[in-house]
């Protein structure tokens, strides 16, 4: 019971969200739950995305998980340069993804108005060679209710460079957000309609 109490305590002492996302052109849910925490070392972020496709369609139609997809980052911080290591994997209805491990450096931008946190790793993989990646990841506040974000990643698999994006936008009414995001990954736009809650 200790052990659950303390992972309770630092869950909410972090930044933690709950996302219901509508994908309106492939017509499936995505459920995603995220934290991000600062300590005095670093930073600790995560995710976890499960897909509903398996099923009825529509909003509400009856569908069961398809897929699950996690991210857990740690930077540590030295000086204004974080050292980070990261794991991607998941599961879908055939099996397991390939996993992909990164070590990378952490460096934020400032643009004036926005900040682009960027880094670049190294990726490591069974299917590909030993490979790169750039991450930027951005938080900007317009008002004490709209907020955009996203992350943008763009990494190499042997020869061919893959692109994905996710930028946001959320209209806040306290810890219930509105809004939505449009997923691009290689000339597909995928976008969608969501709730998101803050604990």
Known sequence: MKVWNILLVGLLSAQ???????DIEREYNTTTLEMFKVDEYGSTFWFVDFDYENGNSGIWGP????????????????GKVGLGV???GGLNTYGSFDPVWLVGVEYPINLGSLTLVSSVWVRETELYDTGFQYTAVW?????????????????????????????????????????GEV?????????????????
Not at 158 to 179: A, C, H, K, R
Request: glycine fraction near 4%.
């Open 139 to 179: 938080f900007k506040s317009f008002t004490d209710r709209i907020t955009f974000m996203g992350f943008l990643d763009v990494w190499n698999e042997d020869e061919t460079i893959v692109l994905m994006t996710e930028p946001q936008v959320w209209y806040s009414f306290g810890n219930l957000s509105i809004g």
């Open 183 to 199: 997923e691009i990954s290689q000339k597909q736009i995928f976008p969608t309609i969501g709730l998101k809650w803050d604990f």
């Open 16 to 22: 933690t969200n709950i996302q219901l996302h509508y």
């Open 63 to 78: 569908k069961s998980t398809s897929m699950a997809y996690w991210e857990f980052t740690r930077i540590f911080n030295i």
């Open 86 to 88: 990261q794991y991607n």
